[in-house]
Each structure stands twice: as C-alpha cells, then as structure tokens.
C-alpha cells in the first residue's frame, strides 16, 4: 500500500488569466495526482505576506506581495506518492527559461515574474502553506476508481 502525501500548488495570476488552469490540473491529474481541495480564489494582502513570510525583508518581497494578489488564483492541494517532488518536477525551474520542455514552466512561462505555478518546496512548507489556504473542511478524503492503477 502507498502512502500518500499532500503538497499545496497554486496556479498563480498570470495562468488564471492566461485560461491554463485546465492544462495545469489535467497535467496533474494525468500524472496520478489526486485533487483533494480546490479553490478559486482572490489573494487578500494579509495571506500573501503569511505565505511568502520568509522572503521579508528581501529586495523582491513586495513585488511577490503585490502579484500574488493582482488577480485570482486557483489554490489546489494534491495527494500522491512523493507528492512534493512530484509536483515540483513537474513544475520546472523556478526560471522559465531553465526550465526543461515537458515541464510546466517550460512549455508555458517565459519570464520569472510570469512563471504560471508554484508548489511547495518540501513536507514542512506544504503542510504550512495548506494550512494557510485550507481548512480541513475545505479538503475532502476519496478513492479514485483508478487509484489501484496508478501506484503499488
């Protein structure tokens, strides 16, 4: 039997207004992910220094503050086997530009202020950044009819 693991992803302004919120989920889903909470949502000020608190005071953090909440986001918490670095490979490099094709950021970002997604950078992180935009109601347990056939 897996055990499976959750992370937080967020498509960010750019892919919400971009319409790839579709290709973003599907491309998790297809991988084995499971969607366990989704959300769509406007980024309230306060929340966003919540979850980018560790770069205060760095060159670039109102910059993050002000972009996260510019436009609507759609937050999602995945469950998977290895669902942290799952996501994050999928993901790509934080840069568009070193991001490998097949990779989201590498088929379709350009610029690291514009870089469509974010996902949690470990166990810990995700666990904090769920915590920030779910609430255990939010988050709902099930089967997929598949799940036998995606894992071991």
């Not at 919120?21 to 769509?40: C, D, F, H, N, T």
Request: hydrophobic share 40%; net charge positive; with cysteine.
């Amino acid at each position: 039997m897996t055990i499976a693991e959750r992370t937080f992803a967020m498509v960010k302004p750019d892919g919400v207004q971009r319409g790839l919120v579709g290709e973003i989920v599907r491309r998790y889903e297809a991988r084995g992910l499971k969607v366990v909470g989704l959300k769509l949502m406007q980024v309230p000020t306060r929340m966003a220094e919540e979850h980018y608190a560790e770069h205060k005071g760095k060159p670039f953090y109102p910059g993050l503050v002000q972009y996260i909440t510019s436009g609507p986001v759609v937050a999602l918490c995945l469950e998977g086997k290895n669902a942290v670095a799952v996501v994050r490979a999928m993901n790509g490099a934080t840069k568009p530009a070193d991001a490998l094709p097949g990779t989201i950021r590498g088929d379709l970002a350009l610029d690291i202020g514009r870089n469509v997604v974010h996902g949690s950078d470990s166990v810990e992180s995700a666990k904090r950044e769920l915590g920030i935009y779910f609430t255990k109601d939010d988050l709902v347990d099930w089967t997929p009819a598949t799940a036998k056939w995606v894992t071991e």
